[in-house]
């Protein structure tokens, strides 16, 4: 995987705002009235620090990384030899701070949180953008996110080199099994969606290929295709000729993503991208 275009990851990336509001939300569940511990140290004290990734990865977070710091000591000097979106070596310096030594060790587990978590999404997914190398498929998300971070997870899958699905209920319409059922079946539920919502994209989702021969013949935008066989998949791909765009849920995995992509569908779609994630490993130490 190369880096991402630089410009695609700034339009994903949620404004300075939002970014600040994810550090209060932190500082105020960490920090609360004051850091009990920092009171230990001279107010005056300046320090620098390094920080260390201890395992391969997607690098992720800086902004937020950023902003941690820069709400206890606004004249921090951050200097990063790396940028959201680069691969990252283990044992590599990626990060050196110099700033109120109060600052750096009150604001470092939050710092270290947002980069940890958004770096461990990003690097998921490119994982999985690199099995499906060379293929026309992408990589989508979906809202199984960390509550109260999902643009933040969104824009983490977006420097792995992955694609943004819907960003949550209001900006598309996803007919789901329910949402069928409850409107009387597929050609049904789409004459509402229609006329409820005319402007939205509509995705349906099908669970037989009889099922998306209704999807395409009543005017779906794209069809979700939920757990599908292998034989399924290329019966799918055959039947819509390239009429609407096929995704693929259920049953995503590492190992099962190649032979997915292969049967010449558009999207995959998983929620491994940001709620199967494990915090990648980094370390913040102070030299006085």
């Known amino acids: 995987m190369t880096r991402p275009d630089p410009h695609h990851l700034a339009d994903a990336l949620p404004p300075a705002s939002e970014i600040l509001a994810d550090v209060e939300r932190a500082f105020a569940e960490d920090v609360g009235p004051g850091d009990a511990t920092a009171d230990l140290l001279d107010p005056h004290a300046?320090?620098?620090?390094?920080?260390?990734?201890?395992?391969?990865?997607?690098?992720?977070?800086?902004?937020?990384?950023?902003?941690?710091?820069?709400?206890?000591?606004?004249?921090?000097?951050?200097?990063?030899?790396?940028?959201?979106?680069?691969?990252?070596?283990a044992g590599a310096a990626i990060c050196r701070l110099a700033g109120k030594a109060?600052?750096?060790?009150?604001?470092?587990?939050?710092?270290?949180?947002?980069?940890?978590?958004?770096?461990?999404?990003?690097?998921?997914?490119?994982?999985?953008?690199?099995?499906?190398?060379?293929?026309r498929t992408r990589v989508l998300d979906t809202r199984k996110t960390i509550p109260g971070l999902r643009r933040a997870q969104k824009y983490a899958v977006r420097c792995g080199?992955?694609?943004n699905h819907r960003i949550g209920l209001f900006d598309a319409m996803m007919l789901k099994e329910n949402h069928i059922i409850a409107a009387g079946g597929i050609p049904a539920a789409i004459r509402i969606a229609r006329a409820t919502h005319p402007s939205l994209p509509l995705i349906?989702?099908?669970?037989?290929?009889?099922e998306l021969a209704q999807a395409v013949e009543s005017g779906a935008d794209r069809a979700l295709l939920d757990n599908f066989t292998p034989g399924m998949l290329a019966q799918a791909v055959t039947f819509t000729a390239g009429r609407i765009p096929l995704e693929v849920s259920g049953n995503v995995?590492?190992?099962?993503?190649?032979?997915?992509?292969?049967t010449g569908v558009d999207f995959i779609s998983s929620g491994a991208l940001t709620?199967?994630?494990?915090?990648?490993?980094l370390s913040l130490r102070l030299d006085m």
């Open 275 to 281: 709620k199967h994630v494990r915090a990648i490993d």
């Open 204 to 210: 349906v989702e099908v669970e037989t290929l009889d």
């Open 161 to 163: 080199g992955g694609t």
């Open 102 to 135: 109060r600052a750096l060790v009150t604001a470092e587990r939050s710092a270290l949180n947002f980069l940890q978590l958004l770096s461990a999404t990003a690097t998921v997914t490119s994982r999985y953008v690199d099995a499906i190398a060379g293929t």
């Open 46 to 89: 300046t320090a620098t620090a390094v920080l260390t990734c201890r395992e391969d990865a997607v690098l992720c977070g800086a902004s937020w990384f950023d902003a941690c710091f820069r709400r206890l000591d606004p004249d921090v000097r951050i200097e990063w030899g790396a940028h959201d979106g680069d691969r990252i070596a």
């Open 253 to 262: 995995e590492i190992d099962t993503i190649r032979a997915i992509a292969e």
